[in-house]
């Protein structure tokens, strides 16, 4: 029996590659918002330079999109400039990814990384994260390969062809959501489904439900037909927009998550939903060890009236971590007085006395505590 030849993966991986791009590019987020994210990826990835945008406010998929088609440093004329609506441009690019193409032969050796690209596929290395995969190792017998990969954090191992596959059929479900999101994008009948679907522990489920409202929302919110919005209407689309966001967050999407997060803010403005968006906004950059960035969101959400039992714990620890220990002892004392059981709060507790030092010690003899 041959042993198979194994290849890390690690110097040809690309984890992380449409977010790098992103931080070069001024627009990146508005393009996102506007084309889709994944779709804008897809347009890199088949060198499709997207060169302006004529937004339809009232019909996103009419979005007049123009683009060339070449490698950056090719030289290009107006004449060379396409327009397709948005519908047409995302139907385009996902019929270039979804085009089945030969698999390269196995790389001679080990050490040839551009012979093991043209294996997998480049095409497939650039689209593997965007749905999470984060490719190992590559094992090849004779002219079978087998690819093991990182999926959301779970180990797996596929066929190469049986990836490249399972990769196709993302992209074709990407369009077939947009396509059914187009239909009835903002359903707020929707809602009460997505609440259910959260309280049952089903991210996936409002995902499925939801998925499609941030681009259009997005846009709409800049229109004057956005902006006068009924305030019950306002908090209902905000609602929506909490939920989506913390079930992204929960399936380790955090950033896309807090970016839907800030947008249901904007819908929320002052109003009822309000103190549950900020508290989820809070409770994500506490989950992700960024205190210093979550106090804002935290004592905004107090400040408009949000449950002290949940949110006093976690300010205390947001603030307890930046070593504000005077101000976080002071959110221990809100949250014992919310109800908050002790154990909850004994970490911050504890790290709040030896940061005080003696200084608690008189004030509780002081006070009678």
Known sequence: MVSPTEIPLESIRTDGWFERI???IGSFQALCDIIGARFFAFAMITGARITALTVDRRNPDNTLVDFVVGAPDTELTDADTQRLT??????????????????AAPPARPTDTEA????????????????GYSLTKLSVVGRDSTVALLHDGVEERYDLAELRARIRT?????????????????????????????????PLRVI????AWPAPLAIFLR???????????RALIARGL??????????????????????????????????????????????????????????RAMNLGADGARVWPLLARALTERRRFLAAYGAVLEAQASGVDGAALSASVERIKKGLGPGLDSWHKLVGR
């Open 116 to 131: 093991v690209q043209l294996h997998i596929g480049v095409r497939y290395l650039l689209l593997a994260p965007l749905y």
């Open 223 to 233: 229109t004057p037909e956005g902006q006068l919005l009924a305030p019950d209407t």
């Open 22 to 24: 992103g931080e070069s």
């Open 86 to 103: 948005l519908a047409d441009f995302r139907r385009r690019l996902v019929a270039a990814l979804v085009t089945e193409e030969p698999i």
């Open 208 to 211: 499925e439900l939801l998925g």
């Open 170 to 202: 993302h992209v074709r479900e990407e369009l077939d959501r947009v396509q059914r999101g187009g239909r009835s994008a903002i359903d707020l009948a929707r809602i009460g489904e997505a609440e259910a679907a959260e309280k049952r522990g089903e």
């Open 242 to 299: 909490g939920y989506l966001g913390s079930a992204c967050i929960a399936l380790g999407e955090v950033q896309k998550g807090e970016e839907i997060l800030r947008l249901a803010v904007q819908y929320a403005g002052d109003g009822p939903a309000a103190p549950e968006i900020y508290a989820r906004l809070g409770e994500s950059m506490v989950r992700s060890d960024r205190h210093g960035e979550a106090i804002g969101p935290l004592r």
